[in-house]
């Protein structure tokens, strides 16, 4: 379900009225127009003044902004004002708070102040949503419902009582019974032995590590948990106004929550990102997480939260130079954003966010930031006709969240260096710099439209999940300490690669974590030399196993270090080049060649040439076409300027 009340490209962010006298309304929307803004983000953290006393609603002020807004033409996201609890609601329930790991409950005054668990909070969101839907239900502004917000940015865990009874009953229903619980968590291990859920109480802080299994655990009750939150509002709305599309905003990729099955739970992915402009190399990890949006869903997405320039939680909180607004917003659009959005509409004037930049700033319309706003919502106007398009890609890279959690378990693992954000990346990066598609994919996916198929990382292989990988029949590219454990995160029989043991032809017979500053050199089988760094490992092939690099010198002096069996590459080490190994299983992929930081993404039959350098970048283009921001015929060679960009569409069929 997308956004079909909203034709084209969206352009808006979040805009909170109630911040400002209403005076001030009239002008806020009358600019809104001249920037070309179509939709904007309403009540977010309005249920203080939504709802000043239990069950007393005083709709009034956002009924005349509402009313502002559609009579200019604008689309309103109307949230259901839940992601903060009122002080009243606080104060007659202090439960709702949340408590952290070493028991100390939390005190109202910043944002998300509520336990996940609380039937408290849980029974007064829902009736402020019910009352939401029925109150703007039919309004003809209404485009989009936003549920909550940001989940797990600040309240990720509660270790309350009340979360407690929660977990435990999660528990009974994920293994039936005690004996269940006890087999799954090894729990004979540390005399950890429950003789009844009663027992079983959150992994709060304690003498020493706590047990892997329930850590594991943890996670996915509590990213379990708040998506109950989120679908019980959900179901509010979508009984009252089952056309109307129902998101909450992802935070890029987010270590808390299981995005595969968020997503599958509401109507239209939409993400809050926030490259840093003091890093040269931001965008490369944004189009990463942008490229994981749309996959999510394998249709368009919606950047609902970006910052015009500066945002105000960094250490340092670098603004945006001239032209990146602009580029970062194109990039988006490019990897399948149906809509760029920011926070905020208009700059406050106080609170945390006083210097977080805005698409009206402080200084108002006689602003850099001003004619940004201008030029960006005139660009969008130009692209219209992006919206909705699609280009299916070639490689897909696969991760789960349940082997995320598993990898990064503190206190237990050989090495805590292999962080799967990391992993994820220095596969993702050089298909990047080489202009492929890449989707993401969840483990046990069907796999099968792939050429190339990339593992970074699956310390947690269930036999499904090695079932989905034996069944690709493209090139398919497994990295090291995959295949560990099961669901359970018990170590499969016979050790690691574990179920995987039959397609890649090699078993693991020791872990060999390198430490820090240390690094192993191998040769590739054509002679090249190369380097692993943080980790290694003791290989075994089996009889009919490639070897195609070997380890050089060190207690490893000879022994595998990548090895091949049929399509299925597997790396028992982490290369710090990984050139060699994807010119051979990219071959015949297509590619589009583009300088060092310019980026090409393909987007339906639309080129987007990116250029992300402070240089003049001069790009042999693989197709003619007409450039939709200059309405310019295109050729041959064009020329980017710094932090320019070109959106080509591309003639015939190609």
Not at 388 to 416: K, N, Q, Y
Request: aromatic share 8%; glycine share 8%.
């Amino acid at each position: 379900m997308g956004l079909t009340r909203v034709p084209g490209l969206l352009y808006g962010g979040d805009y909170n009225p109630e911040q400002w006298p209403e005076e001030v309304w009239a002008e806020d929307v009358r600019l809104m127009a001249e920037a070309g803004v179509t939709m904007v983000t309403v009540a977010v953290f309005a249920w203080s003044r939504l709802e000043p006393e239990p069950g007393a609603y005083d709709f009034g002020w956002l009924d005349r902004v509402l009313g502002l807004l559609h009579e200019h033409g604008i689309a309103a996201d109307i949230a259901t004002a839940t992601a903060t609890p009122p002080p009243w609601l606080v104060r007659r329930h202090p439960e709702v708070m949340p408590v952290d790991a070493a028991g100390t409950r939390l005190e109202f005054g910043s944002r998300q102040g509520y336990c996940p668990s609380s039937p408290v909070f849980r029974e007064h969101a829902v009736r402020l949503a019910t009352a939401m839907a029925a109150r703007y239900g039919d309004h003809p502004a209404l485009a989009l419902w936003h549920v909550g917000n940001e989940y797990a940015d600040h309240t990720l865990e509660c270790f309350c009582p009340e979360s407690a009874r929660h977990f435990r009953a999660w528990l009974q229903a994920r293994y039936g019974t005690v004996d269940g619980l006890n087999a799954a968590w090894g729990t004979s291990c540390w005399g950890q032995h429950y003789t009844g859920f009663d027992q079983v109480e959150p992994p709060r802080k304690a003498p020493g590590p706590v047990n892997p299994a329930q850590l594991l655990d943890w996670r996915r009750f509590c990213s379990d948990a708040l998506l109950e939150l989120f679908t019980a509002e959900r179901d509010v709305l979508r009984a009252v106004t089952p056309d109307v599309p129902v998101t909450t905003n992802f935070m890029s990729i987010l270590h808390g929550l299981d995005y595969w099955a968020w997503a599958e739970a509401e109507d239209l992915v939409s993400d809050d990102a926030y490259p840093d402009p003091a890093d040269p190399s931001s965008h490369v990890a944004v189009a990463l997480s942008y490229d994981l949006m749309r996959s999510l869903k394998r249709r368009p997405w919606l950047l609902m939260e970006s910052a015009p320039s500066a945002v105000s939680w960094r250490e340092v909180n670098a603004p945006k130079p001239p032209g990146m607004m602009r580029l970062h917003s194109l990039q988006a659009v490019a990897h399948g954003a149906d809509g760029v959005m920011f926070f905020q509409w208009r700059q406050a004037r106080y609170g945390p966010e006083k210097f977080h930049s805005a698409l009206l700033p402080h200084g108002g319309t006689a602003t850099r930031g001003w004619r940004d706003t201008l030029r960006l919502g005139a660009d969008l106007r130009r692209l219209a006709e992006v919206a909705g398009g699609h280009a299916p890609a070639d490689v897909a890279l696969v991760f789960g969240w349940d082997s995320w959690w598993g990898l990064e378990a503190p206190e237990s693992m050989p090495s805590d260096r292999l962080k799967l954000k990391d992993l994820l990346l220095s596969w993702y990066a050089p298909l990047h710099a080489r202009g492929i598609a890449v989707d993401l994919a969840p483990p046990g996916a069907d796999l099968s439209g792939y050429r190339v198929v990339i593992v970074p990382n699956l310390y947690l292989c269930t036999a499904d999940q090695a079932e989905a990988l034996a069944a690709v029949t493209g090139e398919l590219v497994v990295g090291p300490f995959s295949g560990v454990v099961d669901q359970a995160d018990q170590v499969h029989d016979g050790g690691a690669p574990g179920p995987l043991r039959d397609l890649l032809g090699v078993a693991v017979e020791e872990f060999w974590p390198l430490p820090d500053g240390v690094t192993q050199p191998l040769r590739h089988a054509g002679g090249d030399p190369g380097v692993a760094r943080t980790w290694a490992e003791w290989l075994r092939p089996d009889e009919g196993t490639d070897v195609l690099a070997r380890f050089e010198g060190g207690d490893l002096d000879g022994l595998p270090a990548i090895t091949r069996r049929a399509n299925a590459t597997y790396l028992g080490c982490l290369p710090a080049d990984l050139t060699p190994l994807l010119d051979r299983v990219l071959a015949g992929v297509p590619a589009i060649a583009v300088p060092a930081g310019v980026e090409a993404v393909r987007r339906g039959r639309h080129l987007f040439l990116l250029n992300h350098t402070t240089d003049e970048q001069r790009i042999t283009l693989p197709y003619p076409g007409r450039d939709l921001l200059t309405d310019t015929d295109l050729r041959g060679d064009a020329v980017l300027a710094p932090r320019d960009a070109v959106v080509l569409r591309i003639e015939g069929d190609t």
